[in-house]
């Protein structure tokens, strides 16, 4: 079975403080991709990576940086916390030939 | 970019009633798919489906790309088809990416 896991399900930061999510996959894909989820605006892209340390920006990566040093794991990392950055933080991956995306399950992620 | 719009925005149904959702989109896809994530906000993939009709169960996706619309059937709804279904597309040069419409929000009651 495809599995996709994020380090936490959720989250309580601080203003200014530095966040890291992370994201294991254990199906060996190329892919892995970083999105946010806010009502209303369905999900965005903020990064992806195609390949061991590769990354593109997506449509929203303001405020954010990615990092991909092993093939399963892309961590998504906030170097200074806005309340703007509250909201629902998702990663998927995908085999470079095929096209459906597994999603992990998410980190609600709460800045104060 | 793309645009892709979904209708309707929320619905209600009775345990039992039959559903269409649409996802409209703005320019030629390589690529689109249909999500839902369940209240606890898992998000699964239903159909691959660029092009031409599928079936799974009670749900069919059918997806007719020369009028850039995408439809996805809900026969004979069940409490656990509740959730917020998503139509993703990736369009020519866009890569890697998709690009997600707003989703339907979608109850169904005992």
């Known amino acids: 079975d495809v599995k996709v896991t994020q380090s936490s399900r959720y989250l309580v930061k601080r203003t200014g403080e530095k966040v890291f999510l992370e994201c294991v996959q254990d199906m060996d894909h190329e892919n892995m991709f970083w999105y946010r989820q806010d009502p209303g605006l369905g999900l965005r892209l903020i990064y992806f990576s195609y390949d061991v340390k590769m990354k593109e920006k997506g449509d929203i990566p303001e405020g954010y940086s990615v990092s991909r040093e092993k093939k399963e794991r892309f961590s998504l990392i906030l170097e200074s916390a806005s309340t703007n950055q509250t909201s629902m933080y998702l990663c998927?991956?995908?085999?470079?030939?095929?096209?459906?995306?597994?999603f992990g399950p998410g980190t609600r992620l709460l800045v104060l | 970019g793309i645009q892709v719009e979904q209708s309707p925005p929320d619905l209600i149904l009775q345990e039992g009633a039959n559903s269409t959702l649409r996802c409209n989109f703005s320019?030629?896809?390589?690529?689109l798919q249909w999500f839902h994530q369940n209240p606890w906000g898992q998000l699964i993939n239903l159909f691959y489906?660029?092009?031409g009709t599928k079936q799974n169960g009670r749900l069919s996706a059918t997806t007719v790309a020369t009028e850039r619309y995408s439809l996805l059937y809900i026969s004979s709804s069940q409490t656990t088809d509740s959730g917020v279904y998503f139509c993703?597309?990736?369009?020519?040069?866009?890569?890697?990416?998709?690009?997600f419409g707003g989703g339907t929000r979608l109850m169904v009651k005992p």
């Open positions: 998927a991956s995908r085999d470079q030939s095929q096209e459906t995306q597994y």
């Open positions: 993703a597309v990736s369009y020519n040069n866009a890569g890697n990416m998709l690009t």
């Open positions: 320019d030629s896809v390589n690529n």
């Open positions: 489906i660029p092009s």
